[in-house]
Protein backbone atom coordinates (compact mmCIF):
# COMPACT_ATOMS: atom_id res chain seq x y z
CA UNK A 1 0.00 0.00 0.00
CA UNK A 2 2.90 2.29 0.98
CA UNK A 3 4.56 1.12 -2.04
CA UNK A 4 1.78 2.35 -4.37
CA UNK A 5 0.84 5.90 -2.71
CA UNK A 6 4.59 6.28 -3.79
CA UNK A 7 4.69 5.36 -6.95
CA UNK A 8 1.40 7.82 -7.14
CA UNK A 9 2.81 10.36 -5.60
CA UNK A 10 6.39 9.84 -7.95
CA UNK A 11 4.38 10.30 -10.67
CA UNK A 12 2.13 13.23 -9.42
CA UNK A 13 4.98 14.83 -9.23
CA UNK A 14 6.53 14.17 -12.47
CA UNK A 15 3.39 14.98 -14.33
CA UNK A 16 3.28 18.33 -12.58
CA UNK A 17 7.00 19.41 -13.35
CA UNK A 18 6.46 18.63 -17.06
CA UNK A 19 3.29 20.48 -17.02
CA UNK A 20 5.05 23.55 -15.39
CA UNK A 21 8.36 22.72 -18.21
CA UNK A 22 5.99 22.34 -21.19
CA UNK A 23 3.84 26.07 -20.24
CA UNK A 24 7.36 27.91 -19.57
CA UNK A 25 8.29 26.83 -23.30
CA UNK A 26 5.48 27.22 -24.51
CA UNK A 27 5.73 30.78 -22.78
CA UNK A 28 8.79 31.99 -24.23
CA UNK A 29 7.93 30.42 -27.95
CA UNK A 30 5.18 32.89 -27.71
CA UNK A 31 6.93 35.50 -26.76
CA UNK A 32 9.66 35.53 -29.18
CA UNK A 33 7.42 34.47 -31.91
CA UNK A 34 6.31 38.02 -33.07
CA UNK A 35 9.80 39.23 -32.79
CA UNK A 36 10.99 36.56 -35.36
CA UNK A 37 8.26 37.22 -37.52
CA UNK A 38 8.94 41.11 -37.33
CA UNK A 39 12.26 40.45 -38.48
CA UNK A 40 10.90 38.37 -41.76
CA UNK A 41 8.31 41.34 -42.93
CA UNK A 42 10.87 44.30 -42.37
CA UNK A 43 12.92 41.39 -44.73
CA UNK A 44 10.18 40.82 -47.36
CA UNK A 45 7.94 43.67 -46.69
CA UNK A 46 10.86 46.16 -47.86
CA UNK A 47 10.93 48.16 -44.90
CA UNK A 48 14.70 47.83 -44.97
CA UNK A 49 15.01 48.53 -48.77
CA UNK A 50 14.22 51.94 -48.18
CA UNK A 51 15.10 52.31 -44.39
CA UNK A 52 18.22 50.69 -43.76
CA UNK A 53 21.04 52.40 -45.41
CA UNK A 54 22.87 50.80 -48.44
CA UNK A 55 20.59 47.74 -47.98
CA UNK A 56 19.62 47.84 -51.81
CA UNK A 57 22.63 48.32 -53.25
CA UNK A 58 24.42 45.65 -50.64
CA UNK A 59 21.59 43.27 -52.06
CA UNK A 60 20.44 43.28 -48.40
CA UNK A 61 24.21 42.29 -47.01
CA UNK A 62 23.81 44.63 -43.94
CA UNK A 63 24.20 43.92 -40.34
CA UNK A 64 21.83 43.90 -38.33
CA UNK A 65 22.35 46.21 -36.05
CA UNK A 66 22.09 49.03 -38.53
CA UNK A 67 19.08 48.22 -39.82
CA UNK A 68 16.17 50.52 -40.31
CA UNK A 69 17.59 53.51 -38.63
CA UNK A 70 16.97 55.59 -41.62
CA UNK A 71 18.45 56.80 -44.61
CA UNK A 72 20.20 60.23 -45.88
CA UNK A 73 19.35 58.96 -49.95
CA UNK A 74 16.48 61.57 -50.50
CA UNK A 75 13.16 60.01 -52.93
CA UNK A 76 12.91 63.26 -54.90
CA UNK A 77 9.32 63.99 -57.25
CA UNK A 78 6.97 66.09 -57.20
CA UNK A 79 6.09 65.49 -54.04
CA UNK A 80 9.34 66.85 -53.11
CA UNK A 81 12.31 65.01 -51.48
CA UNK A 82 11.50 62.65 -48.80
CA UNK A 83 13.47 60.75 -46.34
CA UNK A 84 13.03 57.36 -45.19
CA UNK A 85 12.68 57.91 -41.23
CA UNK A 86 14.67 56.26 -38.56
CA UNK A 87 12.33 53.55 -37.24
CA UNK A 88 14.51 53.03 -34.41
CA UNK A 89 13.92 56.46 -32.84
CA UNK A 90 10.97 56.31 -34.02
CA UNK A 91 9.20 52.97 -32.32
CA UNK A 92 11.22 54.53 -29.05
CA UNK A 93 8.85 57.10 -28.78
CA UNK A 94 5.57 55.40 -28.92
CA UNK A 95 4.21 52.77 -27.49
CA UNK A 96 2.11 49.76 -29.05
CA UNK A 97 -1.39 51.45 -28.52
CA UNK A 98 -0.34 54.36 -30.21
CA UNK A 99 1.64 52.39 -33.19
CA UNK A 100 -1.80 50.46 -33.62
CA UNK A 101 -3.86 53.82 -33.48
CA UNK A 102 -1.71 55.59 -36.00
CA UNK A 103 -1.62 53.25 -38.89
CA UNK A 104 -4.95 53.71 -40.28
CA UNK A 105 -4.28 57.25 -40.30
CA UNK A 106 -1.01 57.79 -42.19
CA UNK A 107 -0.91 59.41 -45.82
CA UNK A 108 3.06 59.54 -45.70
CA UNK A 109 4.42 61.22 -49.18
CA UNK A 110 6.13 58.92 -51.71
CA UNK A 111 7.71 56.60 -51.98
CA UNK A 112 6.31 55.46 -48.37
CA UNK A 113 3.60 52.37 -48.97
CA UNK A 114 1.92 53.39 -46.33
CA UNK A 115 -1.18 51.57 -48.11
CA UNK A 116 0.61 48.35 -47.22
CA UNK A 117 1.00 49.28 -43.59
CA UNK A 118 -2.95 49.37 -43.46
CA UNK A 119 -3.63 46.25 -44.82
CA UNK A 120 -1.39 44.17 -42.64
CA UNK A 121 -2.83 42.49 -39.91
CA UNK A 122 -2.90 43.78 -36.67
CA UNK A 123 -0.51 40.53 -35.32
CA UNK A 124 2.34 41.40 -38.30
CA UNK A 125 2.12 45.19 -37.39
CA UNK A 126 2.75 43.77 -33.49
CA UNK A 127 5.35 41.76 -34.86
CA UNK A 128 7.26 44.53 -36.84
CA UNK A 129 6.26 47.04 -33.64
CA UNK A 130 8.52 44.30 -31.31
CA UNK A 131 10.90 43.89 -33.99
CA UNK A 132 11.81 47.18 -34.23
CA UNK A 133 11.89 47.69 -30.26
CA UNK A 134 13.96 44.92 -29.68
CA UNK A 135 16.77 45.89 -31.66
CA UNK A 136 17.08 49.12 -29.32
CA UNK A 137 17.61 52.97 -30.55
CA UNK A 138 20.06 53.28 -32.81
CA UNK A 139 21.71 55.80 -35.39
CA UNK A 140 20.58 59.84 -35.83
CA UNK A 141 17.34 61.35 -37.90
CA UNK A 142 17.17 61.59 -41.32
CA UNK A 143 17.23 64.32 -42.98
CA UNK A 144 13.79 66.80 -42.65
CA UNK A 145 11.52 66.69 -45.54
CA UNK A 146 12.00 69.62 -48.34
CA UNK A 147 8.93 71.11 -50.33
CA UNK A 148 9.07 71.27 -54.39
CA UNK A 149 11.74 73.60 -55.54
CA UNK A 150 13.86 73.37 -52.82
CA UNK A 151 17.35 71.52 -53.93
CA UNK A 152 18.76 68.99 -51.58
CA UNK A 153 22.67 69.05 -50.92
CA UNK A 154 22.53 65.22 -50.54
CA UNK A 155 22.49 62.37 -53.16
CA UNK A 156 18.83 61.57 -54.24
CA UNK A 157 17.07 59.05 -56.70
CA UNK A 158 14.83 61.66 -58.64
CA UNK A 159 11.48 60.64 -60.12
CA UNK A 160 10.69 62.01 -63.08
CA UNK A 161 7.21 62.34 -64.26
CA UNK A 162 6.09 61.66 -67.59
CA UNK A 163 4.87 64.80 -69.49
CA UNK A 164 1.51 65.72 -69.53
CA UNK A 165 -0.80 65.62 -72.20
C1 LIG B 1 10.06 52.61 -51.26
C2 LIG B 1 10.64 53.08 -50.02
C3 LIG B 1 9.97 52.71 -48.70
C4 LIG B 1 9.54 51.47 -48.28
C5 LIG B 1 9.55 50.16 -49.04
C6 LIG B 1 9.07 51.65 -46.92
N1 LIG B 1 9.19 52.97 -46.55
FE1 LIG B 1 8.52 53.77 -44.81
N2 LIG B 1 9.00 55.65 -45.49
C7 LIG B 1 9.66 55.92 -46.67
C8 LIG B 1 9.81 57.36 -46.81
C9 LIG B 1 10.50 58.09 -47.96
C10 LIG B 1 9.20 57.93 -45.68
C11 LIG B 1 9.03 59.43 -45.38
C12 LIG B 1 7.69 59.84 -45.98
C13 LIG B 1 7.34 61.30 -45.78
O1 LIG B 1 8.25 62.12 -45.55
O2 LIG B 1 6.13 61.64 -45.87
C14 LIG B 1 8.71 56.82 -44.87
C15 LIG B 1 8.02 56.98 -43.68
C16 LIG B 1 7.64 55.93 -42.85
C17 LIG B 1 6.97 56.11 -41.59
C18 LIG B 1 6.50 57.44 -40.99
C19 LIG B 1 5.09 57.60 -41.50
C20 LIG B 1 4.53 58.99 -41.38
O3 LIG B 1 3.90 59.43 -42.38
O4 LIG B 1 4.71 59.65 -40.35
C21 LIG B 1 6.80 54.85 -41.05
C22 LIG B 1 6.15 54.50 -39.72
C23 LIG B 1 7.35 53.90 -41.99
N3 LIG B 1 7.84 54.60 -43.09
C24 LIG B 1 7.37 52.53 -41.81
C25 LIG B 1 7.69 51.61 -42.81
C26 LIG B 1 7.58 50.17 -42.67
C27 LIG B 1 7.19 49.46 -41.39
C28 LIG B 1 7.90 49.63 -43.87
C29 LIG B 1 7.87 48.18 -44.27
C30 LIG B 1 6.58 47.56 -44.24
C31 LIG B 1 8.23 50.74 -44.78
N4 LIG B 1 8.11 51.92 -44.09
C32 LIG B 1 8.59 50.61 -46.11
C33 LIG B 1 10.09 54.99 -47.60
C34 LIG B 1 9.75 53.64 -47.60
Same mark, same amino acid.
Given at each position: MKRTIGVILTVGVAVLAAIVLFNTASTADKKAAPIERGRYLAKIAG?? #??? /? $??YMAKNGK %? #??? %?? @? /?? #?? @?GWQGPWGTTYPINLRLYMQNITEEQWLQTVPKLQS? $? $?? $??YALQDMSQEDLVAIYRFVRSLGPAGTAAPAYLPPGVEASLPVVRFIPPPQG
Open positions: CN #DCH /T $PG %V #DEA %VW @L /TG #DS @LR $P $PM $PF
